[in-house]
């Protein structure tokens, strides 16, 4: 069977950890040349280095999703380094979570940034050189907390579904042109609980992640799906989760 991966050229945002981090280390396994934008050098550098050791091919550049020129950069690596951007995956994200009536505007105002505002520098990013190419495929990771709606996750789910929105626009959009998909995790056991600064809900999803959150290497190779079908076929949306969450 053919590799759909190998040989394509990926940017990944909040590469460092987690879930970019294993989307990276997979896709670099099979063949694709990887472009690791996080904040912290000394992660990405790590990772950057593992993968050249296993033969794979990898670059880095530290930058900020919330700072539009910084992600043109890392479009503009790809290009610069391999001759080309294939996939651009927006994987960056933060929770804050509180009620609404706790009024945490710079909790709102963080998530907007990062969530939704460095979502579409990532779009800003890729089009110019997917327009060019004539193809391309941008990967934009949600969360099921923008399916199901509960309280203290108003602003978080908003500012996921509104990725959603935009994702769906842009696929309509595309004409043929470029394949957009929308991946939905659920509980995964990385560390992005651990930068919820409300203690009680910190406390309890992490609780709950202990007990049945999913790997990271599940949502990269939902990833790896997306990437690998044929250039005529678009994957639209996946939703991964714990068989037991809710």
Known sequence: M???????????????????????ELLAQRGAKVVLGARRTDLLAAISERIKQ?????????????????????????????????????????????RMEELDVAGWEQMIDVNLKGVLYGVAAALPIFKTQGSGHIINIISTAGIKIVPSMGVYAGTKNAVRTISEALRQESGG?????????????????????????????????????IPADAIARAVAYAIEQ?????????????????
């Open 54 to 98: 296993n033969g794979g091919e990898a670059v880095y550049l530290k930058m900020d999703v919330t700072n539009r020129e910084e992600v043109a950069k890392l479009a503009e690596l790809a290009v610069t380094e391999f001759g080309r951007l294939d996939v651009m995956i927006n994987n960056a994200g933060i929770s804050q979570l509180h």
């Open 177 to 213: 042109r470029w394949r957009v998909t929308g991946i939905s995790p659920g509980l995964v056991d990385t560390e992005f609980v651990s930068n919820i600064k409300n203690d009680d809900m910190r406390k309890a999803i992490q609780q709950k992640a202990d007990e049945i959150a």
């Open 230 to 246: 044929p250039d005529n076929v678009d994957v639209g949306d996946i939703v991964i989760r714990p068989t037991a969450q809710d």
């Open 2 to 24: 053919e590799n759909g991966i190998k040989g394509k050229v990926v940017v990944i945002t909040g590469a460092s950890s987690g879930m970019g981090q294993a989307m990276a």
